[in-house]
């Protein structure tokens, strides 16, 4: 996660196929570039965050959930 105040950058990458990535924090609200997507091996996507608050990335990080369809009933 790269960035600081209320703009980020998240680059996600999966050492296999992933279905249905999406990304959340319940916390907060969070404006995305993408969410719900699918991520092909070894293929790197960033996703630009936007935040209401002020915050340190490492605020952010712990905060954020990336999760896929494989994680559902999980």
Do not use: H, Q, W
């Amino acid at each position: 996660l790269k960035g600081a105040g209320k703009e980020f950058e998240l680059t996600l990458k999966a050492r296999a196929l992933a279905l249905g990535i999406e990304i959340s924090a319940e916390e907060l609200d969070l404006r995305l570039s993408d969410n719900y997507f699918d991520l092909r091996e070894g293929v790197a996507v960033k996703v630009k965050i936007t935040t209401d608050s002020v915050m340190a990335p490492e605020a952010l990080e712990s905060l954020i959930k990336v999760r896929s369809l494989y994680d559902v009933g999980r």
